[in-house]
């Protein structure tokens, strides 16, 4: 199993960014997928989920409204677009899949600062 995400980058508040994560090693379009992310000196916090179809989603209320998570099951990709972003979105985020065990990608950094 690999996770590979990307995407990230330094964004001015109110900005947007897309972070994408590609998946390979499983069976892409059979598994949820989740979106985490972990501020320094915080721990690793659960903000979205989609469906393995697609057509289910959940969202932490500190993101609610302002991202989305979506997927290409052909592409075997899963991804968060992120919009009004405030300091505080600021984090290393990750994409995860329980593949017979938690699976993690490298993560990709977002930091929103003016």
């Known amino acids: 199993v690999q996770l590979v995400e990307s995407g990230g980058g330094l964004v001015q508040p109110g900005g947007s960014l897309r972070l994408s994560c590609a998946a390979s090693?499983?069976?892409?379009?059979?598994?949820?997928m989740r979106w985490y992310r972990q501020a320094p000196g915080k721990e690793r916090e659960w903000v979205a989920r989609?469906?393995?179809?697609?057509?289910?989603?959940n969202y932490a209320d500190s993101v609610k409204g302002r991202f989305t998570i979506s997927r290409d099951n052909a592409k075997n990709t899963v991804y968060l677009q992120m919009s009004s972003l405030k300091p505080e979105d600021t984090a290393l985020y990750y994409c995860?899949?329980?593949?017979?065990?938690?699976?993690w990608g490298q993560g990709t950094q977002v930091i929103v600062s003016s």
């Open positions: 995860h899949a329980y593949v017979y065990a938690d699976c």
């Open positions: 090693g499983f069976s892409f379009s059979s598994y949820l």
């Open positions: 989609i469906s393995a179809g697609g057509g289910a989603t």
